[in-house]
């Protein structure tokens, strides 16, 4: 069973660049999509980004396309976003997750979240 704990956030000041990484555990990591989501207080998970099992296909948000980039490294179990030119909209409690399909965007179709990551872009 997979395992998932996201590092990487912080506090930042708009403009800036921050990499998320999201570390697993557990068997089988590879055999998942994994995708990245956010929540900020008092709004709904928002879907950022999602990758392939081995990374080649990728799937962005438009709310995050060109400045966001998701990845991955297998031999590692972990993978990655890179968030460039942050805004304060940008932040948000920031959550990795896996599916067994790519292509869903949608929340309920991800599992075995992690604790999530604090991000907070200072104007």
């Known amino acids: 069973q997979v395992q998932l704990v996201e590092s990487g956030g912080g506090l930042v000041q708009a403009g800036d660049s921050l990499r998320l990484s999201c570390a697993a555990s557990?068997?089988?990591?590879?055999?998942?999509?994994v995708g990245w989501f956010r929540q900020a207080p008092g709004k709904a998970r928002e879907f950022l980004a999602t990758?392939?099992?081995?990374?080649?296909?990728?799937l962005y948000a438009d709310s995050v396309q060109g400045r966001f980039t998701i990845s991955r490294d297998n031999a590692k179990n972990t993978v990655y976003l890179q968030m460039n030119s942050l805004k304060p909209e940008d932040s948000a409690v920031y959550y990795c997750?896996?599916?067994?399909?790519?292509?869903?965007?949608?929340?309920?179709?991800?599992?075995?979240w992690g604790q999530g990551t604090q991000v907070t872009v200072s104007s």
């Open positions: 997750a896996i599916s067994g399909r790519f292509g869903s965007s949608r929340p309920v179709d991800f599992g075995a």
């Open positions: 557990g068997r089988g990591f590879s055999n998942y999509i």
């Open positions: 990758i392939g099992w081995s990374g080649g296909i990728t």
